[in-house]
């Protein structure tokens, strides 16, 4: 089945101890996108792809890096983790000229 | 105005009730509203979409009423089960554009009681 894959499922770092999150599709869609989910609240959108064009929040704190290396993978980089940065990291994808956008397990993080 | 407000935040029905949440937005610039549906330690599914041009749509148990001189939306859930028991958001998207920054609701959690 065509999905969206994400890894792990769950990381625990250290306070200030960089962490990438991968996120892989088999949908082959050119627009890839990272969201922030805090306990009992909405998603928020980090930033986005489509294809390699990188389009980036105007609050997503610097902190917070992205790299897609190519169609099928995106990773989300967090370079000095804060406890405020414990979440859940969502993954998700959608061809270009269509709004549906599907979304993978989520990598839960913790940080210590 | 890119705000959706979504209420309520928490709703318990017995099974086979009919819950129904409702979102308004500001925005009518938004042109495509979808409903997600979450589990807990899951990322959100894909559950039903709307496009401000119909005043319902149905999928299943699932139905959306869009209304649009008032400037909300609902999700019904026919005959509900404790398997639907999950966060439900609603999200809405801006016209013109080929991909979707989608504006979440601030989800509701359903309870439905055996």
């Known amino acids: 089945d065509a999905m969206v894959i994400q890894n792990p499922r769950y990381q625990v770092t250290q306070f200030g101890k960089p962490v990438t999150l991968s996120c892989s599709q088999t949908?082959?869609?050119?627009?890839m996108y990272w969201y922030q989910q805090k306990s009992s609240q909405a998603p928020k959108l980090l930033f986005h792809?489509?294809?390699?064009?990188?389009?980036n929040e105007a609050d997503t704190p610097d902190n917070f890096q992205s790299r897609r290396p190519n169609t099928s993978f995106c990773f989300l980089d967090i370079r000095s983790p804060g406890l405020g940065d414990a979440a859940m990291y969502l993954c998700?994808?959608?061809?270009?000229?269509?709004?549906?956008?599907?979304f993978g397990p989520g990598t839960r993080l913790t940080v210590t | 105005q890119q705000q959706v407000k979504q209420s309520p935040q928490s709703l318990i029905v017995q099974k086979g009730g009919i819950p129904i949440i409702n979102c308004a937005y500001e925005n009518t610039a938004f042109d495509y509203f979808p409903w997600y549906q979450q589990f807990p330690g899951k990322g959100p599914a894909l559950l039903i979409a709307i496009r401000p041009d119909v005043s319902e749509k149905k999928e299943g148990r699932f139905t959306i009423s869009f209304n649009k001189s008032a400037k909300q939306f609902s999700l019904h859930i026919m005959d509900s089960q404790p398997g639907d028991s999950a966060t439900y958001f609603c999200a809405a998207r801006p016209g013109g554009t080929s991909y979707g920054k989608l504006t979440f609701g601030q989800g509701t959690i359903l309870t439905v009681h055996p």
């Open positions: 998700a994808t959608s061809r270009y000229g269509h709004a549906e956008q599907y």
């Open positions: 949908l082959n869609h050119n627009v």
């Open positions: 792809y489509y294809d390699k064009d990188f389009n």
